[in-house]
Structure formats: C-alpha cells, structure tokens
C-alpha cells in the first residue's frame, strides 16, 4: 500500500501577505484560490513537488467555530505557537540568504545540527515558524 502526503496547512491571518511571502520570496508556485462562507483557502506547492499542496487557510477554518475559539486560535498564532514546516533544500547558505533579503524574520541562521542537516529558520508573516534543512554531505 503507497501512502503519500497530499496535502498540509499553514494558518494564515492575512492572504495577501502570506502570498506575497510564500509565492514572491519562497517562490512557490499558487495553485488555487477559493473563498467560501467568507473564509478564503490559497493552495501553494514546489514546482517539484506537483502532488503536495500547502493549503494556506483562516487559523481555525471551521465555519462552525464559536467566535471565542476563533479568537483563542487568533491569538495563538499572533503570538507564533502553532506548528510550522520544515521545507528540505538543496543549499541552506543560499536559501537563507534568498529569505532574509525579501524581508524574512530570521529566528536561526544557518547551523550544522547534531542530527545530521544544516538548517535555518524563520518566521512567516502571520508568525508561523518555518525551517529550511539541507541534509549533511549534500
């Protein structure tokens, strides 16, 4: 039996943002965008990835959602504690740089890590933590 990843989400607060970052900086391509009941869904992925979306949705995407939940959902990624991505990269040096001249908030800059890969990571406009990680003898 194949399993393969399909697709994951990223809460986003603002779409526009999010865009400009994840397709202008990171250079991902947009595959989809789709409003519906006043919520709005923008699907991204790697050109080299043709088969994986990051859906860029609402922080709780759940129109049934009380507005308290909403708010707490809100507030927990303002404050950037949702769970983020780990994007794999051929050169970590070069993707950091890339990031960091198109206004990316670096939280780490590049580091060999004792678990095999040279990582670095950053903050998404909405505050999500992303890192980026080469695999050691690559």
Same mark, same amino acid.
């Given at each position: 039996?194949?399993?393969?990843?399909?697709?994951?989400?990223?809460?986003?607060?603002?779409?526009?943002?999010?865009?400009?970052?994840?397709?202008?900086?990171?250079?991902?391509?947009?595959?989809?965008?789709?409003?519906?009941?006043?919520?709005?869904?923008?699907?991204?992925?790697?050109?080299?990835?043709?088969?994986?979306?990051?859906?860029?949705?609402?922080? !709780?995407?759940?129109?049934?959602?009380?507005?308290? $939940?909403?708010? +707490?959902?809100? #507030?927990? @990624?303002?404050? =950037?504690? !949702?769970?983020?991505?780990?994007?794999?990269?051929? $050169?970590?040096? +070069?993707?950091? #740089?890339? @990031?960091?001249? =198109?206004?990316?908030?670096?939280?780490?800059?590049?580091?060999?890590?004792?678990?095999?890969?040279?990582?670095?990571?950053?903050?998404?406009?909405?505050?999500?933590?992303?890192?980026?990680?080469?695999?050691?003898?690559?």
């Amino acid at each position: 039996m194949d399993i393969n990843l399909s697709q994951c989400f990223i809460a986003v607060d603002d779409h526009d943002k999010a865009l400009a970052f994840y397709r202008d900086v990171l250079g991902l391509e947009v595959r989809n965008d789709v409003g519906f009941e006043g919520m709005r869904w923008v699907t991204v992925g790697s050109p080299a990835q043709p088969d994986v979306d990051i859906v860029l949705e609402p922080p !709780l995407a759940d129109p049934n959602a009380s507005p308290a $939940d909403k708010e +707490a959902m809100a #507030e927990l @990624l303002a404050k =950037g504690l !949702l769970r983020g991505v780990i994007f794999r990269t051929e $050169d970590c040096d +070069a993707t950091f #740089e890339r @990031l960091r001249a =198109g206004g990316g908030e670096v939280l780490q800059e590049p580091v060999d890590q004792p678990y095999g890969v040279r990582d670095c990571a950053f903050r998404d406009p909405s505050g999500n933590m992303l890192r980026f990680s080469q695999p050691r003898g690559r």
